[in-house]
């Protein structure tokens, strides 16, 4: 049985643009109870977050990306190192690069004034930093 703390829904939703070859994964985010007071900073955090707890759905062609954490043992794992991760000066920044305004506003926005950010993030680099962290088993384990 899953914590509930992963079961929560979140502020922000995200949406695919696209999966690159390199292991990255550009998404669209935005959060529905900030609004246009929506951070630069805050979006590139979300977008790990997505990443790792809640995934990123399918859509523009991309194929639904899985939670890296998806079992109980590695998002209890995760949770002991989680305001580490995400602090001021955390690892967390290590996988994303700056974020953009997004000039194109999902359709679920409609005409409301949010922010909407394009965050890429280097889930490979990712995945691989909670594998040597012992967050996560490595995909090769078992093989």
């Known amino acids: 049985m899953l914590p509930t703390f992963a079961q929560k ?3 922000y939703q995200v949406e695919c643009i696209s999966f690159e070859n390199s292991g990255s994964v550009s998404v669209k ?3 529905t109870k900030k ?3 929506y951070t630069q900073l805050q979006a590139r955090k979300d977008a790990v ?3 790792l707890f809640s995934g990123v ?3 523009n062609g991309c194929v639904t990306q899985k939670p890296i954490l998806s079992t109980p043992e590695s ?4 949770i002991k190192i989680e305001n580490d991760f995400f602090s001021k000066n955390g690892e967390w920044s290590k996988f994303t690069r700056e974020a953009s305004i997004s000039t194109t506003l999902p359709q679920q926005i409609g005409d409301k004034k949010w922010k909407v950010y394009q ?3 280097s889930k490979d680099l990712l995945r691989k930093y909670l594998e040597e962290n012992k967050i996560i088993k490595s995909l090769n384990t078992g093989f």
């Open 29 to 31: 985010i935005w959060n």
């Open 35 to 37: 609004g246009k007071k």
């Open 57 to 59: 759905p399918g859509s």
């Open 119 to 121: 965050v890429s993030i």
């Open 9 to 11: 829904q979140f502020a």
């Open 49 to 51: 977050h997505a990443i």
């Open 75 to 78: 998002i209890e794992a995760f």
